[in-house]
Protein backbone atom coordinates (compact mmCIF):
# COMPACT_ATOMS: atom_id res chain seq x y z
CA UNK A 1 0.00 0.00 0.00
CA UNK A 2 1.42 3.74 -1.47
CA UNK A 3 -0.88 5.63 1.30
CA UNK A 4 -0.97 5.01 4.62
CA UNK A 5 -3.60 1.81 5.30
CA UNK A 6 -5.80 3.78 8.08
CA UNK A 7 -6.03 7.44 6.01
CA UNK A 8 -7.34 5.01 2.81
CA UNK A 9 -9.67 3.48 5.17
CA UNK A 10 -11.21 7.48 5.97
CA UNK A 11 -10.93 8.28 2.74
CA UNK A 12 -13.35 5.33 0.96
CA UNK A 13 -15.23 6.01 4.57
CA UNK A 14 -16.93 8.98 3.02
CA UNK A 15 -17.41 7.56 -0.22
CA UNK A 16 -21.31 7.58 -1.09
CA UNK A 17 -21.01 3.91 -3.15
CA UNK A 18 -22.24 2.63 -6.66
CA UNK A 19 -25.29 1.53 -8.25
CA UNK A 20 -26.79 -1.46 -7.59
CA UNK A 21 -25.35 -3.46 -10.41
CA UNK A 22 -21.81 -2.23 -9.73
CA UNK A 23 -21.94 -3.30 -6.18
CA UNK A 24 -22.86 -6.91 -7.26
CA UNK A 25 -20.58 -7.07 -9.73
CA UNK A 26 -17.91 -6.06 -7.50
CA UNK A 27 -18.45 -8.00 -5.18
CA UNK A 28 -18.54 -11.08 -7.90
CA UNK A 29 -14.84 -10.02 -9.15
CA UNK A 30 -14.02 -10.26 -5.36
CA UNK A 31 -15.27 -13.30 -4.42
CA UNK A 32 -13.75 -15.01 -7.40
CA UNK A 33 -10.59 -13.01 -7.21
CA UNK A 34 -10.48 -10.72 -10.20
CA UNK A 35 -8.94 -7.83 -9.84
CA UNK A 36 -10.79 -4.57 -10.24
CA UNK A 37 -10.30 -0.54 -9.74
CA UNK A 38 -9.92 -0.02 -5.69
CA UNK A 39 -11.88 2.54 -4.37
CA UNK A 40 -10.25 5.92 -4.49
CA UNK A 41 -9.66 5.43 -8.06
CA UNK A 42 -13.72 4.40 -8.24
CA UNK A 43 -14.09 7.91 -6.74
CA UNK A 44 -11.24 9.78 -9.08
CA UNK A 45 -12.09 8.53 -11.71
CA UNK A 46 -15.86 9.77 -11.42
CA UNK A 47 -14.47 12.89 -10.89
CA UNK A 48 -12.17 12.96 -14.32
CA UNK A 49 -15.38 11.96 -15.90
CA UNK A 50 -17.76 14.64 -14.50
CA UNK A 51 -14.78 17.48 -15.39
CA UNK A 52 -13.90 15.78 -19.24
CA UNK A 53 -17.31 14.84 -19.91
CA UNK A 54 -16.00 12.60 -22.89
CA UNK A 55 -17.93 11.89 -25.66
CA UNK A 56 -15.76 8.81 -27.21
CA UNK A 57 -13.58 6.83 -24.58
CA UNK A 58 -11.17 3.86 -25.20
CA UNK A 59 -10.38 1.29 -21.81
CA UNK A 60 -7.55 -1.10 -22.39
CA UNK A 61 -7.93 -4.17 -20.41
CA UNK A 62 -11.66 -5.37 -19.74
CA UNK A 63 -11.42 -7.73 -17.03
CA UNK A 64 -15.20 -8.73 -16.20
CA UNK A 65 -16.24 -5.29 -17.14
CA UNK A 66 -16.56 -3.29 -14.03
CA UNK A 67 -14.31 -0.15 -14.82
CA UNK A 68 -16.46 0.40 -18.14
CA UNK A 69 -19.60 -0.09 -16.42
CA UNK A 70 -18.64 2.45 -13.58
CA UNK A 71 -17.70 4.80 -16.37
CA UNK A 72 -20.77 4.21 -18.56
CA UNK A 73 -22.79 4.42 -15.25
CA UNK A 74 -21.04 8.08 -14.51
CA UNK A 75 -20.51 9.78 -17.77
CA UNK A 76 -23.02 12.61 -17.32
CA UNK A 77 -22.95 13.05 -21.01
CA UNK A 78 -23.96 10.54 -23.99
CA UNK A 79 -20.63 8.28 -24.69
CA UNK A 80 -19.40 5.73 -26.63
CA UNK A 81 -17.38 3.05 -24.52
CA UNK A 82 -14.83 0.88 -26.47
CA UNK A 83 -13.14 -1.88 -24.23
CA UNK A 84 -10.48 -4.09 -25.51
CA UNK A 85 -9.95 -7.79 -23.24
CA UNK A 86 -7.99 -10.53 -24.65
CA UNK A 87 -8.44 -13.42 -21.76
CA UNK A 88 -11.04 -15.60 -23.13
CA UNK A 89 -12.43 -16.41 -20.20
CA UNK A 90 -13.57 -13.26 -18.63
CA UNK A 91 -15.09 -11.90 -22.03
CA UNK A 92 -18.28 -13.50 -22.01
CA UNK A 93 -18.64 -12.44 -18.43
CA UNK A 94 -17.79 -9.15 -19.28
CA UNK A 95 -20.47 -9.55 -21.53
CA UNK A 96 -23.14 -10.77 -19.90
CA UNK A 97 -22.08 -7.58 -17.02
CA UNK A 98 -22.74 -4.98 -19.80
CA UNK A 99 -26.48 -6.75 -20.10
CA UNK A 100 -27.35 -6.88 -16.94
CA UNK A 101 -26.25 -3.46 -16.61
CA UNK A 102 -28.36 -2.42 -19.49
CA UNK A 103 -25.04 -0.79 -21.25
CA UNK A 104 -24.52 -3.45 -23.83
CA UNK A 105 -25.74 -0.59 -26.51
CA UNK A 106 -23.43 1.87 -25.31
CA UNK A 107 -20.24 -0.46 -24.74
CA UNK A 108 -18.51 -1.88 -27.68
CA UNK A 109 -15.84 -4.94 -26.38
CA UNK A 110 -13.32 -5.86 -28.68
CA UNK A 111 -11.57 -9.14 -28.66
CA UNK A 112 -7.78 -9.94 -28.69
CA UNK A 113 -4.30 -8.28 -28.47
CA UNK A 114 -4.30 -4.91 -27.65
CA UNK A 115 -1.05 -4.43 -29.63
CA UNK A 116 -2.81 -5.27 -32.31
CA UNK A 117 -6.54 -4.33 -32.00
CA UNK A 118 -5.04 -1.13 -31.54
CA UNK A 119 -3.30 -0.82 -34.48
CA UNK A 120 -7.17 -0.84 -36.57
CA UNK A 121 -8.56 1.95 -34.47
CA UNK A 122 -8.40 5.65 -36.08
CA UNK A 123 -11.06 7.28 -34.89
CA UNK A 124 -9.20 9.87 -31.64
CA UNK A 125 -10.81 9.37 -28.56
CA UNK A 126 -11.02 12.31 -25.93
CA UNK A 127 -10.55 10.10 -22.78
CA UNK A 128 -8.46 6.68 -22.64
CA UNK A 129 -7.90 4.17 -19.58
CA UNK A 130 -5.14 1.96 -19.11
CA UNK A 131 -5.74 -0.93 -17.16
CA UNK A 132 -4.04 -3.83 -18.88
CA UNK A 133 -1.13 -5.96 -18.24
CA UNK A 134 1.54 -3.79 -16.64
CA UNK A 135 4.45 -4.79 -18.54
CA UNK A 136 2.78 -3.52 -22.01
CA UNK A 137 2.01 -0.50 -21.08
CA UNK A 138 5.15 1.04 -22.96
CA UNK A 139 4.68 -1.15 -26.11
CA UNK A 140 0.93 0.15 -25.98
CA UNK A 141 1.87 4.21 -25.63
CA UNK A 142 2.80 4.64 -29.60
CA UNK A 143 -0.37 3.40 -31.00
CA UNK A 144 -2.39 4.90 -27.81
CA UNK A 145 -0.47 8.50 -28.32
CA UNK A 146 -2.08 8.74 -32.13
CA UNK A 147 -5.52 7.56 -31.01
CA UNK A 148 -5.59 10.45 -28.03
CA UNK A 149 -7.74 13.58 -29.44
CA UNK A 150 -6.03 16.69 -28.99
CA UNK A 151 -7.52 17.54 -25.78
CA UNK A 152 -7.86 13.94 -24.61
CA UNK A 153 -6.82 12.49 -21.09
CA UNK A 154 -4.72 9.45 -20.86
CA UNK A 155 -5.19 7.62 -17.25
CA UNK A 156 -2.64 4.51 -16.33
CA UNK A 157 -3.65 2.46 -13.51
CA UNK A 158 -1.46 0.47 -11.37
CA UNK A 159 1.68 2.13 -11.98
CA UNK A 160 3.76 1.80 -8.68
CA UNK A 161 3.42 -1.64 -8.12
CA UNK A 162 2.48 -1.20 -4.49
CA UNK A 163 5.51 1.03 -4.16
CA UNK A 164 7.82 -1.58 -5.45
CA UNK A 165 8.72 0.73 -8.52
CA UNK A 166 11.75 2.41 -6.21
CA UNK A 167 13.08 -0.43 -5.19
CA UNK A 168 16.61 -1.19 -6.80
CA UNK A 169 15.95 -3.70 -9.50
CA UNK A 170 18.01 -6.24 -7.77
CA UNK A 171 15.55 -5.79 -4.50
CA UNK A 172 12.48 -6.72 -7.19
CA UNK A 173 12.47 -10.59 -7.20
CA UNK A 174 13.81 -12.17 -10.32
CA UNK A 175 9.87 -12.72 -12.11
CA UNK A 176 8.83 -9.20 -11.59
CA UNK A 177 12.58 -7.49 -12.69
CA UNK A 178 11.21 -7.10 -16.92
CA UNK A 179 7.68 -5.77 -15.50
CA UNK A 180 9.28 -3.08 -13.03
CA UNK A 181 11.82 -2.14 -15.60
CA UNK A 182 9.32 -1.56 -18.44
CA UNK A 183 7.12 0.70 -16.12
CA UNK A 184 9.74 2.66 -15.02
CA UNK A 185 10.24 3.19 -18.44
CA UNK A 186 7.05 3.61 -18.80
CA UNK A 187 6.54 6.63 -16.24
CA UNK A 188 9.99 8.11 -17.74
CA UNK A 189 8.06 7.98 -20.96
CA UNK A 190 5.10 9.76 -20.25
CA UNK A 191 6.82 12.41 -17.46
CA UNK A 192 9.24 13.43 -20.27
CA UNK A 193 7.54 12.80 -23.39
CA UNK A 194 8.27 16.85 -25.53
CA UNK A 195 4.21 16.61 -26.11
CA UNK A 196 2.59 15.65 -23.19
CA UNK A 197 2.12 16.92 -19.71
CA UNK A 198 1.92 13.72 -16.85
CA UNK A 199 1.23 13.81 -13.33
CA UNK A 200 2.14 10.51 -11.15
CA UNK A 201 -0.14 10.14 -8.19
CA UNK A 202 -0.40 8.02 -5.33
CA UNK A 203 -3.68 7.20 -5.43
CA UNK A 204 -4.88 3.02 -5.47
CA UNK A 205 -1.81 1.11 -6.40
CA UNK A 206 -0.26 4.38 -8.51
CA UNK A 207 -1.81 6.42 -11.36
CA UNK A 208 -1.02 8.79 -14.01
CA UNK A 209 -2.87 11.08 -15.34
CA UNK A 210 -1.53 13.28 -18.74
CA UNK A 211 -2.54 15.04 -21.50
CA UNK A 212 -0.92 16.51 -24.77
CA UNK A 213 0.74 20.46 -24.53
CA UNK A 214 -1.01 23.30 -25.57
CA UNK A 215 1.25 25.23 -28.02
CA UNK A 216 2.84 27.54 -25.90
CA UNK A 217 3.88 25.13 -23.90
CA UNK A 218 6.19 23.07 -26.03
Keep these: MIVEERLVTY ?4 DTGNTTILEEIEKEAIDTYVPIIRKEMQSFLKLL ?4 KPARILEVGT ?3 FSAILMAEYIPVSCEITTIENYEKRIP ?19 GDAAEVLKTLNEPYDFIFMDAAKGQYIH ?6 R ?15 DG ?16 HKR ?15 TSVLPIGDGITVSTRKGRNEK
Design 164 to 179: DIIESRFAVTRRNRTI
Design 147 to 161: LLAEDGVLVSDNVLQ
Design 93 to 111: IARENFKRAGKDGMITLLE
Design 183 to 197: MRDYLYELTHHENLV
Design 49 to 52: LAIK
Design 11 to 14: INSL
Design 63 to 65: AVG
Design 140 to 145: FLPEIL
